[in-house]
């Protein structure tokens, strides 16, 4: 299985700060990475696609970067509603995996 | 609009049989894979496998495989997932997920809270 490693696990930030959360995976993905956000109590929500696009609706402060086994979710200008649980996860092989998640916190 | 409608939580005692269903609407279902996703309390996601309805062809996770079971009906754009010898470490919430065009996921239920108490 492909090991999807995100960094670091939880961080404080303020709002109208930028925040980069860094995904690893164990081999070459090429461009086949989705990011997600959840709420507590709430489904995770689709924010990413293939690496850097954004989903329908998802604001332009959600940037994706990356290929091959290196990837970043960026934020700018952080909002509350930002506050949340972010989750990447690889579509190239299957089993397709999840890393174990990056808390954002309001410091 | 896309949706995809969970079923309503679940409390069982160890040893049952459980069904989830997860009905698509606002697209075509039977040309989406829909993938299982399960989040045990306060843990993050896991992939358990996907299914297409079109033709039920399936893939598991190797941790879920023998375990759980994928089923659909296209005639009522329903997907299925069963779980069966339930035990208390499979209480969790399970989200059913569809895969769009671009093969990622794009949209999830509600998600369906199973209870398990031995």
């Known amino acids: 299985d492909i090991q999807m490693t995100q960094s670091p696990s939880s961080l404080s930030a303020s709002v109208g700060d930028s925040v980069t959360i860094t995904c690893r995976a164990s081999?070459?993905?090429?461009?086949?990475l989705a990011w997600f956000q959840q709420k507590p109590g709430k489904a995770p929500k689709s924010l990413i696609y293939a690496a850097s696009s954004l989903q329908g609706g998802v604001p332009s402060s959600f940037s994706g970067s990356g290929s091959g086994t290196d990837f970043t979710l960026t934020i700018s200008n952080l909002q509350p509603e930002d506050f949340a649980t972010y989750y990447c996860?690889?579509?190239?092989?299957?089993?397709?995996?999840f890393g174990q998640g990056t808390k954002v916190e309001i410091k | 609009e896309v949706q995809l409608v969970q079923s309503g939580a679940e409390v069982k005692k160890a040893g049952e049989s459980l069904k989830i269903s997860c009905k698509g609407s606002g697209f075509r279902f039977s040309n989406h894979w829909i993938a299982w996703v399960r989040q045990k309390p306060g843990k993050g996601l896991e992939w358990m496998g996907v299914?297409?309805?079109?033709?039920?062809?399936?893939r598991y996770s190797p941790s879920f495989q023998g375990q759980v079971v994928f089923s659909a009906d296209k005639s009522i754009s329903t997907a299925y997932l069963q779980l069966n010898s339930l035990r208390p470490s499979d209480t969790a919430m399970y989200y059913c997920a569809r895969q769009g065009s671009s093969w990622s996921i794009d949209q999830w239920g509600q998600g369906t809270q199973v209870t398990v108490s031995s």
């Open positions: 996860q690889q579509y190239n092989l299957y089993p397709y995996t």
């Open positions: 299914i297409y309805p079109g033709d039920s062809d399936t």
């Open positions: 081999q070459d993905i090429s461009n086949y």
